[in-house]
């Protein structure tokens, strides 16, 4: 981004003139003593198949500050978690896979919920959770990364820029959220333009200037998958367990975190990585279902600071937001003319008309379950519930990492 303009309630950390790569990583080498950091990847088995892991995993090997690479892995066979664990020891950090759906993580999981634990539902939010769990059980960083793998345009500045505000001491951030524009021959970034901040901005307007909105509104990217904390938040933050996870987190940091702590840094000139599906027919799918589950996710906080949204409210906020995004599609039009981008007018309207429908799904179930599923547990509270929490995770990630596959065959898990 070319301007410097601070918005909002948030450190704007902004990326001015050419690259500084070199610097910035001499200086996190020089702090990785201070502040130790810890690289958190959740996975899929088959984004090992897929052409930006590979770039990752390149641009990683020449990464020298990282104390620790986490990868939670998740839906791989044993057969697959073999095949995983031979495509990332070309890394030169310590380096663990937390095999999600293997016997011993499994084990450890259903002892939680038989102490009444949530642990959420299999997913990117439970992913992330037990990596985080992992790195609190080493005690080894103070200070976790997590982005997706997923980046088909990922260069190792963007990691330098995003842990950066944390890993120098000299600045005192405890939480950072990247952010930056996703642009090629057009606009994309589609529910953050069209659906999260004509939401947020709605409910402003629906209700006046609620600090919670106002926290939200301030984040550029607030959709963005990548950020950094410090390892006591990610002692007391609970996570959702579905696509409300980036929405949850920045609602339990604005809880947990002061606002001075928090900042945003813009990590990428240019950002690319795969584009989901509007699904409009499907709300189980795509688009459209996450609308929905970042909707429900947003309602629910939003409950939870005393704002009161019922039936007469929630109509209100769906006409409010149909105005709001429309007026949000000109605007992009008009970005999108004076650079010479493609544009599709009807293509914005269908995705607007997409999420608003979301809208009125999200209204529905909280309106009759205003609580909902229980997001998962902070690692204080699972540690107050299993004491021995820690070392058995410890434990079932090394029993996993030293698996012979040869000598002690493991059926698949189900």
């Not at 995993?57 to 020298?64: Q, W």
């Not at 993580?105 to 259903?110: E, P």
């Not at 405890?174 to 994309?188: A, I, M, P």
């Not at 963005?224 to 920045?250: K, Q, S, Y």
């Amino acid at each position: 981004m070319s301007d410097f303009f601070q918005n909002g309630v948030v450190s704007v950390l902004h990326r001015l003139g050419s690259s500084n790569l070199d610097q910035l990583e001499r200086e996190l080498e020089q702090y990785r003593h201070i502040n130790p950091i810890a690289l958190v990847l959740p996975c899929l088995y088959s984004e090992l198949e897929g052409p930006a892991l590979a770039g990752i995993v390149e641009e990683l090997k020449r990464v020298k500050y990282l104390n620790e690479i986490v990868v939670a892995l998740g839906h791989a066979s044993a057969l697959e978690f073999r095949r995983a664990k031979d495509y990332f020891k070309v890394l030169p950090q310590h380096l663990r896979l937390v095999w999600v759906d293997g016997a011993p993580v499994q084990d450890i999981l259903k002892t939680l919920v038989e102490r009444e634990v949530d642990v959420g539902l299999p997913g990117k939010g439970q992913s992330c959770w037990l990596a985080f769990g992992y790195v609190l059980a080493r005690q080894q960083s103070q200070v976790i990364v997590l982005h997706d793998c997923d980046i088909v345009s990922y260069h190792r500045e963007y990691l330098a820029r995003l842990c950066y505000p944390l890993g120098n001491p000299n600045l005192g951030y405890e939480f950072c959220k990247g952010y930056y524009s996703r642009v090629t021959d057009q606009l994309h970034g589609r529910v953050t333009r069209l659906f999260i901040t004509p939401l947020i901005r709605s409910l402003q307007q629906l209700d006046g200037n609620r600090p919670l909105l106002t926290f939200l509104d301030s984040f550029r990217y607030p959709l963005a998958g990548e950020f950094a904390m410090v390892r006591d938040l990610a002692w007391v933050n609970r996570i959702p367990g579905d696509w409300g996870l980036e929405i949850g987190i920045l609602a339990e940091v604005y809880r947990n975190c002061a606002l001075r702590r928090v900042c945003q840094a813009d990590i990428a000139d240019a950002y690319e990585h795969k584009h989901q599906a509007l699904s409009s027919d499907d709300p189980e799918k795509g688009l459209l279902k996450m609308t929905v589950d970042i909707a429900k996710s947003l309602f629910r906080h939003l409950a939870s600071e005393g704002l009161v949204l019922g039936d007469p409210e929630l109509k209100t906020l769906r006409a409010t937001y149909l105005r709001i995004a429309e007026e949000a599609i000109r605007r992009y039009e008009d970005s999108a003319a004076i650079n010479s981008l493609k544009f599709d007018r009807h293509g914005e309207r269908t995705a607007v008309e997409t999420f608003l429908k979301g809208i009125k799904l999200a209204s529905e179930v909280f309106q009759k379950d205003p609580l909902g599923v229980p997001m998962i547990s902070n690692w204080s509270r699972v540690a107050a519930a299993v004491p021995d929490v820690f070392d058995r995770l410890i434990r079932a990630v090394e029993e996993d990492h030293q698996w012979d596959p040869t000598k002690d065959p493991r059926p698949s898990p189900k």
